[in-house]
């Protein structure tokens, strides 16, 4: 009997000890077969790590990024936008002069009259004005938002074992054509409530095809390159922000807004035919033939060779697509737990500023991605009221543009410091320019000029940086932490932890009745814990891509080999 330890390299390369001399010359025959099997890693060094077929990629699924998920998710902050109200003419009992908007003393006036007495002012249409979802029914309003993160939450736990087990390209097109088809159909319905199942199925096609395209996407790229391909593939989604700012300024009608936003969505789909299956699923699913044939598409595309050593399979006992997985082990289910709490913290660090100030200004809700900024709309209206004018499109328009120099900065930060140090510090730094951010506003007059820069600098500037750097990124890491055959469903998991988030935020937001600060105080906490906690976490920069649970590095494994498996 012979018995080795093997251990990962930093030159990939594998190192053995032997611990008996018998059959010495046959195990070195083993070691030299073993050694010339490339991992995919190794291949896609050889055949071009971050190539043209890479770039010609990124720009394919920035585009699906940009028509997909960012219009149609995200165009809901628009059409359940809330209009001011004013008095109709020679209103006897209705004698407000001018409009009436969100946080004034005398909004929820018009609830103790008849709705012939008054009218929305601004000439544009949402679900929120046609099916007068106003006073006691205003809660609806929100439920329309909260409807697409519901079924994000749900896409991300049911349609994430699915790509593991069938593939991510199916998982991204039969999700982007869910997608594409009930943002169109949300456009049609006379009931409200059909409306919002529309929406549950349009945030279950993303939550399905949002994760699968990020871990795709990374899978084609070498370890030094991961960074920057996963962060580049928001810049689409930000500039489709940006630009749904000025088409939603353009046209006013809701229904047809809808329309114009989901229909772009169905030529994205076109993509099935320029996109490749993942080579690191394949490898896992035993379909070595596939991945060769991707790999040499993928090396005359980079105009490099082919190499012609064999490709070594990873182990072929893993389930693919099994939950019970992300527990198999003890490192294993460390990762899980602290990624979704890190998850979860994130998301609530991103809704904070917004909800404190909607539950103290009466600012209108706005789905997650901008809540952040919501605030934006209050101080406009003194440092340029002649130009923002309190416009929710201007709100829009910078809360995208904040994120553009985020991606950039991140690709740098998670290169040079490392994963799990840039995302620890991101997520403290996030909560502390938020506290600060709080104490001014708690500390100073708000007719101080001074206090208002003050809290733009903070609040918009600092934490929204952080945030989106930390956001994106930790994106990246869960990609990394987990292996191939249980990716999707970790980072899956993950976001559904990030929508669980989205439902604590008001809750915790709500404690501010007891003391203006501890909403912050919370999340400072939290946000500290969590930063602490990712300390402990392995460092994933420039690190060998893991393909199953068991190849996870936990230290030197024994391997016990009959001689028979030597003869």
């Not at 093997?6 to 077969?33: E, G, M, P």
């Not at 998710?73 to 109709?88: D, L, Q, Y």
């Not at 490392?418 to 506003?441: M, P, T, W």
């Not at 903070?458 to 952080?466: C, D, H, R, T």
Request: hydrophobic fraction near 50%.
């Amino acid at each position: 009997m012979l018995v080795y330890s093997f251990q990962r390299s930093d030159d990939r390369s594998w190192l053995f000890k032997r611990y008996t001399n018998k059959h010495s010359a046959r195990c070195s025959a083993l070691i030299v077969f073993v050694m010339m099997a490339l991992t995919a890693d190794e291949v896609l060094e050889k055949v071009g790590s971050f190539g043209w077929f890479q770039k010609r990629l990124l720009i394919l699924f920035n585009l699906l990024t940009a028509l997909l998920f960012g219009w149609s998710v995200m165009v809901t902050g628009i059409i359940t936008a809330e209009p001011a109200w004013k008095c109709v003419k020679n209103s006897s009992v209705c004698t407000y002069d001018g409009a009436i908007n969100v946080g004034n003393t005398n909004y929820d006036a018009r609830c103790n009259m008849s709705r012939s007495e008054w009218d929305f002012v601004d000439g544009m249409t949402s679900v929120i004005t046609e099916f007068d979802l106003v006073c006691s029914k205003s809660i609806y309003g929100t439920l329309a938002i909260a409807s697409v993160f519901v079924g994000f939450f749900l896409g991300a736990i049911i349609i994430g074992p699915f790509t593991d087990k069938f593939g991510r390209k199916p998982t991204i097109f039969i999700s982007g054509f869910v997608i594409a088809l009930f943002s169109l159909v949300s456009a049609f319905p006379k009931v409200f409530w059909l409306f919002v199942v529309f929406k549950i199925l349009v945030g279950l096609g993303v939550g399905g095809a949002s994760v699968a395209i990020f871990v795709l996407i990374t899978e084609f790229v070498g370890v030094q390159h991961r960074s920057i391909m996963g962060m580049s593939l928001w810049y689409c989604w930000s500039l489709s922000l940006v630009a749904l700012a000025g088409v939603g300024y353009l046209i006013r009608d809701w229904r047809i807004l809808t329309i114009a936003t989901a229909v772009p969505g169905f030529p994205a789909l076109l993509g099935w035919f320029f996109t490749p299956e993942s080579v690191r699923w394949l490898m896992i699913k035993g379909k070595m033939g596939e991945a060769v044939n991707v790999f040499k598409r993928m090396a005359r595309v980079n105009k490099t060779i082919m190499p012609q050593e064999d490709l070594k399979l990873p182990n072929d006992d893993q389930k693919l697509g099994d939950a019970r997985e992300l527990f198999a082990t003890r490192k294993m289910t460390q990762k899980t737990l602290m990624s979704w709490y890190c998850w979860w913290v994130l998301i609530c660090l991103l809704h904070m500023p917004s909800l404190h100030l909607q539950s103290k200004k009466g600012v209108a809700p706005f789905p997650t991605t901008f809540r952040f900024v919501n605030a934006l709309v209050y101080y406009g209206v003194f440092l340029s009221a002649p130009v923002i004018g309190g416009s929710f499109y201007l709100n829009f328009f910078l809360t995208s543009l904040v994120e553009l120099p985020a991606i950039p900065a991140g690709v740098w930060i998670f290169n040079r410091f490392g994963r799990k140090k840039s995302i620890a510090a991101c997520l403290i730094l996030a909560s502390f320019s938020s506290i600060g951010s709080a104490l001014i506003e708690s500390e100073t007059n708000s007719s101080s000029k001074g206090a208002l820069a003050g809290k733009i600098i903070l609040s918009m500037i600092l934490a929204k940086f952080f945030i989106t750097v930390s956001f994106d990124g930790i994106y990246l890491y869960t990609v990394e932490l987990f292996p191939t055959s249980i990716r999707n469903i970790a980072v899956g998991t993950s976001t559904a932890a990030a929508r669980i988030g989205s439902l604590c935020s008001p809750f915790i937001v709500f404690t501010s009745r007891s003391h203006p600060l501890l909403p912050f105080a919370i999340m400072g906490v939290n946000a500290l814990i969590a930063g602490v906690m990712c300390m402990t976490l392995p460092e994933t920069n420039k690190q060998p891509t893991l393909e199953t649970v068991k190849r996870e590095p936990e230290g030197d494994e024994m391997v016990q080999l009959p001689d028979a498996e030597l003869a």
